[in-house]
């Protein structure tokens, strides 16, 4: 293993020291939220106590400082993903809302019958169904990039589907049901011959990876706070400037204005253009936080370290008889999806959880994955860098536990 210190990590979060059940929490969730740092609950909390404030609009002191934490949040934001300037980082409450914005903003405009929008075989419903809204509404097509037995896309396929007709790409870039890593930058450089903008959730991989949207060359990109260790509620889409402007707002109302009469309406520049009525304050401003936190540490060690913890989960699952793992693809981060002969994930779940272990179980907000891999729903581990070997091997004998229950 690295020299990764995973002790004093762990002192950061201090919700990962209590007990559940009797046992100590071993929090393998982490794709579903992951769990937040006392620097980040300290800013929330320093946020509320000393400058809460509605932004923007006031001339008085309180006012100015809350617009001035908010503000400074997007600062980080866009120094964090590499943005070339704040006006593309808009606040969103997450990666949902990003994805619809895009689709309602950009799709609504610029896509018409029988034009193409291709996404994959692995998205999350986030990922789905926009698109879908926006196919029916507009009589375009929906074409999905196929993925083998391994949970990999099929990338001559997706070369293949490629034509005159696309008018957008959207694709996840680590998939939460999988962990499968897509070669996203590859994948964006093929749409681009076609003149196609690519949108990239990254819900999975900002927590997971080093994002740096100028070599990526994305279009947009999206996520949520509450996966990289910031509150609920926080978010970002990321898009390039040029095709920001160009688009509809997606909501109407306060602060995305510049005037309003009866007669007509003037849209604010960016990116209050996108950001209609009070946003997530705190919850920003806690995202800016937990940017502060990443920033502190050595994110390439927590990288490593995280890949090792699912390369033996992974080891240690795969060797336990009655365990089959759903996704095996050669480039993985963070997510090990498993299922038990004749023992339904649900159950699987539940008796995890009698002895404090968190995993999540069900389709994840990926049906089409689990009808791929005809199985009705996983258990799912999900890893962060603050979780440890040790807790690996509690899953492990948990699982074998379960087994033997069901034996
Ligand atoms: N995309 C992926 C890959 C996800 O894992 C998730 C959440 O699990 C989402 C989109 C939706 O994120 P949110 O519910 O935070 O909007």
Known sequence: ????????IRRDFPVLSQKV???????????????????????????LKNEHSNIHRGVHYLSQKATTAYEGAREKVKRFINARDVKECIFVRGCTEGINLVAYGYGRKFVGEGDEIIISAMEHH?????WQMLAEEKGCVLRVIPMNQRGELIIDEYEAMLNERTKFVSIVHISNALGTLNPVKQMIESAHKFG????????????????DVQDLDCDFLTFSGHKMFAPTGSGVLY???????????????????????????????LPNKFEAG???????????????????????????????????????????????????AREKASVVSFTIENVHPHDIGTILDQQGI???????????????????ATARASFAFYNTREEVDVLADAVQKVIEVFA
């Open 1 to 8: 293993m690295s020299n990764w210190d995973v002790e004093k």
């Open 21 to 47: 059940n009797g046992n100590p929490l071993v929090y393998l969730d982490n794709a579903a939220s992951s769990q937040v740092p006392n620097i980040v609950i300290e800013r929330g909390s320093e946020y």
């Open 126 to 130: 986030a990922n789905i169904v926009p």
């Open 196 to 211: 196609v903008p690519v949108l990239v959730d990254a819900a999975q991989s900002v927590p997971h990876s080093i994002i």
């Open 239 to 269: 898009g390039k400037q040029e095709l920001l402007e160009t688009m509809n707002p997606f909501m109407g109302g306060g602060d995305m204005i510049r005037t309003v009469t009866f007669e007509k309406t003037t849209y604010a520049g």
């Open 278 to 328: 009070t946003p997530a304050i705190a919850s920003n401003i806690g995202l800016g936080a937990a940017i502060d936190y990443l920033n502190s540490i050595d994110r390439q060690s927590a990288i490593a370290y995280e890949h090792e913890l699912v390369e033996y989960a992974t080891e240690k699952l795969s060797a336990i008889e009655g365990v089959k793992l759903i996704g095996t």
């Open 358 to 376: 968190a995993v999540r179980a069900g389709h994840h907000c990926a049906q089409p994955v689990m009808q791929f891999f005809q199985v009705p």
